[in-house]
């Protein structure tokens, strides 16, 4: 069984005995510094008029890219060290979003355009009443363990059959494509009480608190950014333990795993249901600081972006995703204002250059001259 390369200088039960070593933990010092103490005085004290003000929209546009990076690394749990590639993780992120807007909605109230208590698109569809999926929505609590719950319980029931059946390999890629895409055909129907291809938006307050208010965005930032900071913990410490070990001895090789006397299926089931509730978190976090959800978030291009941020970071990594997220989503949101026409060839022009030429991506790369450089 092939046992993934550690990186130079440390030994095999120095990685399963540390989570991580004292440079890395003051690296999570300075990331957690850096979203609590440091974007808020940028934002919330200095003045607008000083060239160090934070603007809301570089809050936004941070927080977004936040919620993009837990994406990120939730592929890679499945991608980098179980050898699953899905295509379908944007239908677990849009239905995370879709939960948070559902609550969202409920709490404009009387404050839409028609002053109903029924949400705008339904008093325009001439609805007379709530459906039934609608019942718990005006609760946060049960509104938060829905986000987590149902796309749980979708993700654990399509793993169970697929592995059951031993699906991988590409045809476990298309499969995930066509139930992501399936979905997306789903909410742009009228009739679903999801909006259609307008989906949910304008929304107003948030627990009672305006959500367009700078505090409020920043608040949202900093709850996003140390979500990433305790899924990246977390996953450190599956991929370190003798659970990740098997996850990854299950990618190199399957059949020996089950001829060592381990059962596949419950390993690839539960690392499954995490990473799609990794992104129905994400999801939900995302979709108060964009202010909008529709089904173009299911759209099988979103679940391909998603690997491609982790394939450009460094798969098997955990930290390479999230700087390919921030990589690639920064490229974006620069491109598609200098050259909105080109955005998508660069795309997929830094996809084929990094397959071809980084294939353990950015993070490989600079460990490749590190370790050169030793």
């Known amino acids: 069984m092939k046992i993934p390369d550690l990186p130079l200088g440390v030994t095999l039960q120095q990685k399963r005995g540390l989570l991580l070593g004292p440079a890395g933990w003051s690296a999570v010092a300075v990331a957690v510094a850096v979203i609590t103490v440091l974007v808020p005085l940028l934002s919330l004290a200095v003045p607008p008029d000083s060239a160090f003000h934070l603007s809301d929209y570089w809050v936004t546009l941070a927080g977004k890219i936040l919620c993009y990076a837990i994406c990120a690394l939730a592929m890679d749990l499945i991608w980098g060290y179980t050898g699953i590639l899905s295509l379908g993780h944007g239908l677990f992120f849009a239905l995370g979003g879709y939960g948070m807007g559902m609550y969202l909605m409920r709490q404009i109230g009387r404050d839409g355009n028609y002053q109903s208590d029924l949400p705008d698109f339904m008093v325009f569809l001439n609805w007379k009443a709530l459906p039934w999926h609608w019942a718990l929505s005006d609760s946060f609590i049960a509104q938060m363990l829905l986000i987590v719950l149902v796309p749980g319980a979708l993700a654990f029931v399509f793993g169970w059959f697929a592995f059951r059946s031993r699906i991988k390999g590409v045809y476990f890629s298309i499969i995930t494509q066509a139930m992501t895409f399936a979905a997306m055909l789903l909410f742009f129907r009228n009739e679903t009480g999801f909006g259609g291809n307008n989906g949910f938006t304008d929304f107003k307050r948030l627990l009672d608190v305006p959500v367009a208010t700078s505090g409020m965005r920043v608040l949202l930032f900093g709850i996003s950014g140390l979500t990433l900071v305790g899924f990246f913990l977390m996953a450190r410490a599956i991929v370190n333990s003798k659970y990740g070990r098997v996850l990854q001895a299950i990618r190199d090789a399957e059949t ?119």
Do not use: D, H
């Open 256 to 374: 020996r795993v089950m001829f060592s006397g381990y059962s596949p299926l419950a390993y690839k089931l539960s690392i499954w249901t995490l990473s799609a509730v990794m992104c129905a978190i994400a999801g939900a976090l995302y979709v108060p600081q964009v202010g909008i959800i529709n089904p173009s978030e299911m759209s099988p291009a979103a679940s391909i972006e998603i690997a491609i941020w982790a394939a450009v970071g460094g798969r098997a990594t955990l930290i390479g995703p999230i700087v390919g997220a921030f990589f690639v989503n920064g490229a974006k949101s620069w491109f598609t204002v200098a050259f909105p026409e080109f955005w998508l060839y660069f795309l997929g022009a830094l996809f084929i250059a990094v397959t071809l030429f980084l294939p353990n991506g950015i993070v490989g790369l600079f460990r490749r001259v590190k370790e050169r450089r030793s």
